[in-house]
Structures are given as C-alpha cells and as structure tokens.
C-alpha cells in the first residue's frame, strides 16, 4: 500500500505511486527497474499515468533519488552506496566532492575533474585511498550544472579556436565550434555557451555568445567578475519598461510638504558609472564678522524618497 495514498488523491485525478513508494518497492525488488517495469508493476493503464510517472522518475532522477543506468534502469541513489554533493575544483587540476551528509569530502583527481566543473552538483562512488589516506572518489553522475556559460580569453591555434576560463578552478579549455567564435580576436574575453558537456573522451565544446572586451581594455576585470560568478549584471526587460515611464520632471503633487531646493548648485556623491544617483551634498559659507573667520559652514545633504518613485511590489522593487 502507497503511505501516501491520500496526499497523492488530493494532488492528481489519477493518482500514480508516490516517491515513497517507488523507492520502497525499488528496495523490496531488490534490483533496478525500467520504466516499463515499474508500469507494469505498479499497474498503471492511462496515458495520463504512463506520462505523470516518467514525469515523476525524471523529477526523482534530478533530486538524486534515483539514478538512471547504463542499462536503462533505475536503481535508488541510497542503496547504491552513491554520495551526493557539490563540486569543489582547485587551480591544480584537483578537486573534490563536498558532500550533502556532512561526511568527509572525497578527493578528486585530475582525470576525474575533467568531467565535472567547479560548482556542480554530482553522484559519486568511494574509489579507496588516496596517498594521503583521503577517501578518493569517481564521478557516477553529474546531477545538475552549476553554469551554462563560461568566460575566458579566446585563442586560436592550428585553425582550431577555444577558451580558456578565468576562473582558475576551471580547469578545461572550451573547444568552440567552427564558425561560431562570435567574431572574437585572440586574447578577448569572451562569454561562451557551453553546448556539449565534458566526458571521458572529449572536451567540453561551445559557441561564443558574447564578446566582452580587450584584455587590458580599464574596467575589464569587472565585467568579467560578474559573468563569472553570475552576478545580475541585464536590467530585465520589465524593470526596463518600468523604468521608461517615470517621468524627468517634478510633478505639483510631488512638491507637497516639500521644500524645493532645486536652485541650489548641488552635486552628487555617487561614483561616475554608478547605476543610481540617490545622494548628493551642497555646501556654503556661513556669514561672519571676518572675511577669514566666517560663521562657519552650512552643509545640505539630500537623498533621494526612493519609495516616491519605487514601489513595493513592482519590478524595480522586486530587481532591487
């Protein structure tokens, strides 16, 4: 019977067999299943229910429940001794795998390494020792990618073109495909869209979407720290149509309970490329007996009522 019989009726018209107890009959079966298989097992007839389970596994296969086979089976992640965790690289080619358990991490050797990039997430089997005596590990399967790009500096050399990551814990060079370098010159950073995945025999390939700019062109190292790291860096477009309808000019309701301070010769202390220009500082001479010794100084600092402009709820405030 299906623990969670109730929860699945709530949920769907035609009710197909929780992860419970797909994974409880996986464990009682004791050996892997096809999707025929557990069809048939569990009973199912509709269409409707042959498409939520292939939904269903595929979802489990994802969250590293179950891990699907050479043989196009699926076994429990649990039973097969696998460690699930997140992809550490190093400069030197090594790496490991942190583990989601909190148990100690697995040493990855180069070769390993070349499958898998820093940040993702993947399925690995305790190979032994390392000579250090460090559990050591080999990739069973890369459950998720942390990055669909990367970038780096373009090269060319024997008529083949490729890329060289900035981050140094990346250690494959990207082969790009030919006649999709983006019309990028040797030695510009560029952002490449990774199109097909290491493996044990090829390196991983990719087509430029992006030229970023000349190496040592001011400002560079930038904006290549915010496509490296994923930091948002596009207004979406939303933010921008918001942005479009905000007019340049006070409104009359606007000046109300305030003091207009417009004709004053105010400047801002915001840097030069900043993306929003919210603070800025006036200050004059106080009036005094002597020319040397005034009566001081009188400062004015205005901010911005960004929430006269912003408001909750709305893109800028959620892009904020």
């Known amino acids: 019977l299906d623990p969670e019989a109730a929860r699945e009726a709530e949920k769907y018209e035609n009710p197909i067999p929780s992860r419970e107890l797909i994974l409880a009959h996986l464990a009682d079966r004791g050996s892997p299943a096809s999707r025929e298989q557990l069809v048939e097992e569990f009973g199912l007839t509709t269409e409707d229910q042959l498409e939520a389970l292939r939904r269903r596994l595929r979802a489990m296969e994802r969250d590293a429940q179950l891990i699907y086979t050479r043989r196009g089976t699926y076994a429990p992640v649990d039973k097969l001794d696998l460690i699930l965790g997140r992809i550490a690289g190093h400069r030197d080619g090594f790496g490991f795998l942190i583990p989601d358990d909190g148990s100690d991490d697995l040493f990855m050797s180069p070769a390993q390494m070349r499958l898998v990039f820093d940040g993702d997430r993947a399925l690995a089997r305790v190979s032994g020792l390392d000579r250090r005596g460090r559990r050591e590990g080999v990739i069973v399967e890369v459950v998720s990618r942390a990055h669909e790009s990367i970038v780096g500096r373009y090269f060319e050399e024997g008529g083949i073109g490729f890329v060289v990551p900035d981050n140094p814990k990346v250690q494959q060079e990207v082969l790009i495909t030919p006649g999709r370098n983006g019309a990028a010159k040797v030695g510009q950073f560029v952002e490449v869209k990774i199109t097909h995945w290491p493996t044990a025999r ?43 309808k905000l007019k340049p000019e006070v409104e009359e309701k606007d000046k109300e309970k305030r003091i207009d301070l417009r004709h004053l010769p105010f400047v801002t202390i915001d840097g030069e490329d900043a993306r929003d220009f919210d603070d800025a500082v006036y200050c004059e001479a106080k009036p005094g007996k002597l020319r040397l010794f005034s009566g001081g100084w009188k400062l004015f600092v205005a901010i911005a009522d960004v929430s006269s402009y912003v408001k909750i709820g709305s893109a800028l405030d959620n892009e904020a």
């Open 202 to 244: 090829f390196q991983p390939q990719g087509d430029i979407v992006e030229v970023v700019g000349n190496y040592m062109a001011p400002g560079m190292e930038i904006d290549v720290a915010l496509r490296t790291y994923d930091i948002p860096h596009v207004w979406p477009e939303a933010v921008l149509k918001e942005a479009a």
